[in-house]
C-alpha cells in the first residue's frame, strides 16, 4: 500500500536529516547527511523489495474468485 510506503520514507528521511541537525547543533554537515541519506535509501528499498514480495503472494479478492470460480 502506498500509504505504509509514504509514512515509512517520512520516518526514515526525517530522521536522517533530524540526527544531522541534532548532532550539529542545528548546522548541516553535508559528508554526515550524504551517508544518513543513503542508508534511508537503502532502507526504503530493502522495505519495497520485502513488502512488494509479500503483496504478490497475498489473497486479492479477483485471486480468490480465480481459484474458487
Not at 540526527?19 to 547543533?25: A, I, M, P
Not at 547527511?33 to 509479500?54: C, E, P
Request: hydrophobic share 50%; glycine share 8%; no cysteine.
Amino acid at each position: 500500500m502506498i500509504r505504509r510506503r509514504i509514512f515509512a520514507a517520512l520516518l526514515l528521511y526525517g530522521f536522517a536529516i533530524g540526527s544531522v541537525l541534532f548532532w550539529h547543533d542545528g548546522q548541516f554537515d553535508w559528508g554526515t547527511l550524504a551517508v544518513n541519506l543513503a542508508s534511508a535509501t537503502a532502507g526504503m528499498i530493502f522495505l519495497h523489495m520485502r513488502w512488494s514480495d509479500k503483496e504478490s503472494r497475498a489473497l486479492t479478492p479477483q485471486k480468490v474468485k480465480d481459484i474458487f470460480s
